[in-house]
């Protein structure tokens, strides 16, 4: 099919309009002034014009986002401010997000500052709790008053942190001087940020166990093989840390050179089991993110207790590519009870168990697992629906809304001023008070029914991404028409019905990239509703004909759905119609999964196990997502049960036998 004979202008359907009308205070002054006041103040906040905010805040007063206008000018000046002002600034706004944010802030403040005695009086105060490095303040304001070894607490917050951090470092390095036996948790945060190159999070770790042996990290970091050669003995528990920060590092440089060298007889006389076998992890993780069918022969050379979570998550991907079922079961019968309990390592035991034994009570148990996750929330827990004989279908509306409960959402402050935020352009702003007033305000956050109705206010008002992300949260009822929206529904299905393209999967992949935001941007520059990059938009709209594109054009939503469907479209066909393929080509480039599916002789894999083994955690989540929301989307838009399993079909080489595709995707 030519594009460029198919094309034709879709008509703009109407614009964005509001349905709930959003409250501004009656002794408001003229709203266009001061919502000019407003965004002025939010760019004088990003740039810390302190004087800036200080002399608009009194043009501020009266508006809805007054609390916000205030947060901006106290925070940008919070370390000169005096206890007083800030306690006024508490009281006056007291309830809101500003005032708990304003408060975490105030808390990092005390706590590098050493003030324990006003933050303990703040911490109780502070109800979002959201907070990392506050919380580790916490946790070493609670070691230093009462004596407590909590370092296990300190642990579970400071490992699961990506970048270095200053409130968990210190607890930690409290913890070093009061209890040795705190080293071990010191040290793992150290092999943690070799392991995900972090440079910085490896160095703050080791200076607080061995201040001395910072240069030797650097050196390590630079060339670990040279550090290996000229270390001969690691008898002490440092020099051992430091050998495996060296081979953690070239594991993740080679894992073929790590393996043979932590194969050496040195290596395996002086390290212990447990340093060993996290290593083996991190040489099987590395090999199978390279999709190396070395993998699971390197995790089995390890002991999985000894691994870390991800290690035995990238252990059973591997196993699973490789057929290797009991290695599925061992992998995931060590992992904790949290990470076991993922509906993804829950499905995957569950099939293990069926494929690899026969008693009954072992199918009975792999029942019982499926039974678990089955529904239709997600990936995992729809293929679990069909394992089980099921097809996927549209969930039960939920019971309708009281005049009481949608009240209580269209009258809830923290709602109303993040709806008003959103539609002054201010959405990080709005989103962030919209998920507090939603998630955090109150210990637990709200219930199904207030969820349902706040998803409903955010419905009402187009504010797709809230809707969406609001009634995901729901835990005893499914609204599928609050989580699956159909916006501009004639131009999607008129466009999709135009080329070929199955509403449900253009829908599925709009609503992962954008959440339906009409004028959203990513980090690298990709741009509305269907997220498109500038250069695969001028390629693309030059493939359609699109003689009079300009790249500003890329906002328009027809403009963006039919580029967006248009490339969407080259990119199916490229792929002979595999929908997983498509998506992870739409996600992270067609180059990669024309590797990731393997040469000629790869072994052909059910989609399921070729999705989970994508080496990239955001196309890995991509392409699950956007199927299982196809699959949901399909069953409402035609109303008969739906199989994800049939779109997943199975990815495999490119048979050989088939034209080769001549379009070079961009």
């Given amino acids: ?45 990003k740039q810390r014009d302190r004087k800036r905010l200080t002399a608009l805040l009194p043009q501020a007063r009266g508006h809805l986002l007054e609390p916000w206008a205030a947060y901006w000018d106290l925070s940008a000046r919070l370390d000169t401010a005096s206890p007083t002002e800030v306690q006024d600034f508490f009281t006056r706004y007291s309830g809101t997000y500003q005032e708990d944010r304003l408060r975490a802030e105030l808390l990092l403040q005390l706590g590098r500052n050493r003030d324990w005695v006003a933050f303990n009086r703040e911490y109780p105060l502070y109800r979002m709790n959201d907070d990392k490095s506050v919380r580790c303040y916490a946790l ?7 004596g407590v070894d909590n370092t296990a607490q300190v642990k579970d917050v400071w490992l699961g942190l990506k970048d270095a951090d200053e409130g968990c470092a210190a607890a930690a390095e409290q913890l070093v001087k009061d209890h040795t036996t705190s080293n071990q948790m010191v040290w ?35 060339n670990p093989g040279k550090y290996l ?6 008898f002490q528990p440092k020099t051992r840390e430091l050998v495996s920060l060296a081979l953690i590092r070239q594991a993740t440089l080679d894992p073929a050179e790590a393996a043979v060298e932590i194969d050496k007889l040195r290596w395996k006389a002086q390290l212990t089991q447990e340093e060993r076998s996290w290593i083996w992890g991190v040489i099987g993780k590395r090999a199978a993110q390279k999709l190396s069918s070395d993998a699971p022969d390197y995790f089995a050379r390890g002991q999985a207790p000894f691994m870390h979570e991800d290690h035995l998550a990238w252990q059973v991907r591997a196993a699973l590519r490789a057929g290797k079922w009991s290695q599925v079961l061992s992998a995931t019968g060590a ?15 569950a099939r293990g168990l069926l494929l690899q034994t026969n008693t009954e009570g072992s199918r009975a148990q792999a029942l019982q697992l499926l039974e678990s996750i089955a529904s239709v929330r997600g990936f995992y827990e729809q293929l679990a629906l069909e394992e089980l004989g099921q097809r996927i279908t549209v969930a039960p509306k939920p019971e309708p809304l009281t005049k009481v409960e949608q009240d209580a959402a269209r009258t809830n402050p923290g709602l109303i001023r993040a709806l008003y935020a959103i539609r002054m352009g201010l959405r990080s702003e709005g989103v962030r008070e919209w998920n507090y007033s939603t998630n955090l305000h109150e210990r637990g956050g709200m219930d199904d029914r207030s969820l349902l109705a706040a998803a409903d206010l955010a419905c009402q008002n187009e504010v797709w991404d809230r809707c969406i992300n609001t009634s995901e949260r729901t835990k005893s009822f499914i609204s599928f028409e609050q989580r699956f929206p159909m916006p501009f529904k004639a131009a999607v299905v008129a466009r999709t019905a135009q080329i070929g393209l199955d ?22 520059g990709a741009s509305g509703l269907m997220q498109v990059m500038p250069a695969t938009a001028k390629w693309t709209a030059k493939k359609l004909g699109l003689t009079s594109f300009l790249p500003h054009h890329i906002v328009d939503r027809d403009t963006n759905i039919a580029i967006g469907t248009g490339y969407l479209k080259l990119v199916l066909d490229s792929f002979d119609g595999s929908m997983p393929l498509a998506a ?26 070729w999705a989970e083994n994508v080496p990239f955690s955001e196309t890995r ?11 949901n989307y399909a069953a409402l838009i035609t109303g008969q049960p739906q199989s994800l399993k049939a779109r997943l079909g199975n990815v495999g080489p490119r048979d050989a036998t088939l034209p080769t595709p001549t379009e070079d995707l961009p």
């Avoid at 070493?140 to 009462?146: F, I, N, T």
């Avoid at 392991?195 to 910072?214: C, H, Y």
């Avoid at 989540?621 to 699959?631: A, C, E, G, R």
Wanted: glycine share 6%; aromatic share 8%; no cysteine.
């Fill in 1 to 45: 099919m030519q594009f460029s004979a198919i094309l034709t202008s879709i008509a703009l359907t109407g614009a964005f309009l509001v349905s709930t009308s959003i409250p501004v205070r009656a002794q408001s002054p003229d709203i266009s002034r001061t919502d000019a006041t407003i965004l002025e103040m939010n760019q004088a906040y």
């Fill in 140 to 146: 070493l304001a609670e070691h230093l008053s009462s």
């Fill in 188 to 222: 793992l945060r150290a092999r943690l940020g070799m392991e995900n190159d972090r440079l910085r999070v490896v160095t703050q770790a080791v200076g607080i166990v061995s201040p001395g042996s910072v240069k030797n990290v650097n050196a390590i970091y630079l």
């Fill in 229 to 234: 050669n000229d270390k001969l003995t690691a």
């Fill in 335 to 349: 992992m904790g009870e949290a990470q076991r309990n993922d509906p993804a390592w829950v499905y995957w035991r």
């Fill in 503 to 524: 509403p449900a999967y253009v829908y599925g992949l709009i609503r992962q990239e954008s959440r339906f935001i009409m004028d959203a941007k990513s980090g690298v």
């Fill in 584 to 609: 992870a080509a739409y996600n992270a480039g067609p180059g990669r999964p024309r590797t990731w599916r393997g040469q000629s002789g790869a072994p052909v894999l059910e989609a399921a196990i």
């Fill in 621 to 631: 989540d991509y392409v699950k997502k956007v199927l299982s929301n196809t699959t």
